[in-house]
C-alpha cells in the first residue's frame, strides 16, 4: 500500500533509500543545521514503547510515523503474507470506528501522504496533517493498533490476492526480484515475497492475522515519530493518554534460519514478453558490519552519476546498456542482504557480453586502489543525496524511525557516518575480494 519506493517490498521506499543516502562525512553540519541532534527527545513509555518527538518551528504542520518491529521475515514457510495482510485490515475498522470512518477522519482533516507500507523487515503507518490534528492522528493510530476488527477479512484477502497477481505474477520486474530472492536465498526468510506466496494467502484466516497481531503488534517492537510543529510535553501527554494503556507483550526473540555459504554461481531465467533486464546480486553483511557501510560506498562508485564506473563504461561509452544501478542493500536491513547491480541490456547485446563488462570492473575494484577522488565524490553525492531526503519533517521522521527500529538506536545515523568517512581504498579492495566473486554471485535474465 505504499509507492514503490517505501510496496516496501522493494528498495524501497523510504528505507532503501534512506540507507543508500545517509552516507555523507558533512552529515554533522547537515544535521546541525536541521537541529536533529539536540532537539530531538525521546519518550518511552512504561509498556515499552518507544516515540521520538522533534519540534521544528515553521508552517503549522506535522509528520508523523508509527513503525512496528516486524515484516515478513517474522513469518515462517507455508504461512506468508500475515504482516501484509494486517497492514491491509488496519485500515477497516475498530472496535470503536467503522471503517468507512477511519480514512475519511485523516481525509476531512487535511491528512496528506496518508498511507501504510510492510516490507521484509517492518510495518509503518504514517501521514502529515495540520498541527491542530495530532490529538486525531495519535487517536487514530492508537485505535487501528490496538482494537483492529478482523470485519470483512475474506474479502480483503480477495484484494490482496488480486494484488499479488498484479505486482507479481503479472509484473515483469516484480517477478525478476521475486524469482532472483528465491534463488540467492535457501534458508532465509528474506526468500519469499513481502506480499506473500499466493497459496498461503489464499489459506489466511482471521484467526491466523489476529494471533499474529498479538505475538508482534506490542508496545516493545513500536516506535512513533514526531516532527513538525508540536509541543513536546503536550504531545507526550497525548501520547500517554492514547498508547499508554497498551499492555506489554511477551516480545518473542528473534531467531532466522541462518544463510549457507553460496559455493558456487546460481542464475535463473524469468520469461516474460518485456525489455531485457539483468541482475547480479552478491550476499554481504548488513548493519552494524563494518562491510556493510563499504558497500554504501561501492554503489555511489559503480553506478552514482555519469561519471561512475559501471554507467561511464556501459551507458555512455559501449553503450551497451540503457542504464545501471547498484542497491547495497536489498531486499532490508535487520538481517544479511544483498549487493545488487541491474541493467538494462540494449539491443544487439547479450546478457553474458554485459555480464563480463560488470564482473571485469568488479575485479578491478580488487586490485587497483580507488582514488581518492572517487572516495571524496561519492561522499559528497552521497551529501546532496542526504539533503534531500532530510529537508522535510516527513523524511526525518521516518528516518529517525528506521534507524531506531532497525539499529536499536537513532543515533546509529551519526556513528554510520562516521565509519563511511573513514572508508579507504583498501577496505574497498578487501571487501570487494570477499564478496564479490562468482561463487558468491546469483544472476537474474528477465528474457522473452
Known amino acids: 500500500m505504499l509507492k514503490d519506493r517505501l510496496y516496501m517490498q522493494k528498495r524501497t521506499y523510504l528505507i532503501c533509500l534512506v540507507l543508500l543516502t545517509l552516507l555523507a562525512p558533512r552529515f554533522a553540519v547537515h544535521a546541525s543545521s536541521l537541529g536533529i541532534e539536540k532537539n530531538v527527545v525521546e519518550y518511552k513509555l512504561p509498556n515499552g514503547m518507544q516515540w521520538l518527538l522533534m519540534r521544528r518551528a515553521g508552517a503549522p504542520v506535522f509528520a508523523g510515523v508509527v513503525q512496528i518491529r516486524v515484516g515478513s521475515i517474522e513469518e515462517e514457510a507455508g504461512r506468508t503474507g500475515l504482516?501484509?495482510?494486517?497492514?491491509?485490515?488496519?485500515?477497516?475498522?475498530?472496535?470503536?470506528?467503522?471503517?468507512?470512518?477511519?480514512?475519511?477522519?485523516?481525509?476531512?482533516?487535511?491528512?496528506?501522504?496518508?498511507?501504510?507500507?510492510?516490507?521484509?523487515?517492518?510495518?509503518?503507518?504514517?501521514?502529515?496533517?495540520?498541527?491542530?490534528?495530532l490529538p486525531l492522528w495519535i487517536y487514530l493510530n492508537s485505535e487501528m493498533i490496538k482494537h483492529p476488527t478482523m470485519m470483512d477479512f475474506e474479502k480483503e484477502r480477495d484484494v490482496v490476492l488480486e494484488e499479488l497477481v498484479g505486482k507479481i505474477e503479472n509484473n515483469p520486474i516484480r517477478k525478476m526480484d521475486a524469482d532472483l530472492l528465491r534463488t540467492a536465498f535457501k534458508e532465509s526468510p528474506y526468500k519469499w515475497p513481502t506480499i506473500g506466496m499466493k497459496l498461503d494467502v489464499a489459506n489466511l484466516k482471521a484467526k491466523d492475522l489476529e494471533t499474529f497481531r498479538k505475538k508482534y503488534y506490542v508496545p516493545e517492537r513500536m516506535t512513533g515519530a514526531i516532527v513538525g510543529d508540536i509541543d513536546i510535553e503536550r504531545t507526550k501527554g497525548l501520547i500517554f493518554e492514547y498508547f499508554g494503556d497498551m499492555p506489554r507483550g511477551k516480545n518473542p526473540p528473534e531467531k532466522f534460519s541462518a544463510e549457507p555459504v553460496q559455493t558456487e554461481e546460481r542464475k535463473v531465467r524469468v520469461h516474460f514478453d518485456a525489455s531485457p533486464r539483468l541482475m547480479l546480486a552478491f550476499h554481504k553483511p548488513t548493519l552494524p558490519s563494518p562491510d556493510d557501510d563499504v558497500f554504501d560506498v561501492i554503489s555511489y562508485i559503480l553506478c552514482y552519476g555519469e561519471n561512475s564506473r559501471l554507467n561511464k563504461e556501459l551507458v555512455y561509452?559501449?553503450?551497451?546498456?540503457?542504464?545501471?544501478?547498484?542497491?547495497?542493500?536489498?531486499?532490508?536491513?535487520?538481517?544479511?542482504?544483498?549487493f545488487v547491480i541491474t541493467t538494462e541490456p540494449a539491443k544487439g547485446f547479450s546478457y553474458d557480453e554485459v555480464t563480463n563488462v560488470i564482473v571485469a570492473e568488479l575485479e578491478r575494484l580488487k586490485t587497483e586502489p580507488v582514488t581518492e577522488s572517487e572516495l571524496s565524490k561519492a561522499r559528497n553525492n552521497a551529501a546532496k543525496d542526504f539533503v534531500f531526503q532530510m529537508k522535510g519533517n516527513e523524511g526525518i521522521a521516518q528516518t529517525l524511525a528506521f534507524f531506531q527500529m532497525v539499529a536499536g538506536d537513532w543515533r546509529y545515523v551519526t556513528r554510520h557516518l562516521d565509519v563511511i568517512n573513514k572508508v579507504t581504498a583498501e577496505d574497498i579492495i578487501k571487501t570487494a575480494k570477499k564478496y564479490l566473486n562468482k561463487e558468491n554471485m546469483t544472476i537474474a535474465e528477465l528474457v522473452k
Not at 84 to 100: L, R, S, V
Not at 321 to 333: H, K, L, N
Request: proline share 4%.
Open 83 to 133: 504482516a501484509h495482510m494486517f497492514e491491509h485490515m488496519a485500515f477497516k475498522g475498530t472496535d470503536n470506528i467503522k471503517p468507512e470512518e477511519i480514512w475519511d477522519a485523516f481525509v476531512t482533516n487535511g491528512a496528506s501522504n496518508l498511507n501504510a507500507y510492510t516490507s521484509k523487515d517492518t510495518t509503518a503507518y504514517h501521514a502529515k496533517m495540520p498541527a491542530s490534528k
Open 317 to 338: 561509452e559501449k553503450k551497451m546498456v540503457q542504464g545501471v544501478a547498484c542497491d547495497s542493500s536489498y531486499p532490508g536491513a535487520r538481517l544479511d542482504d544483498l
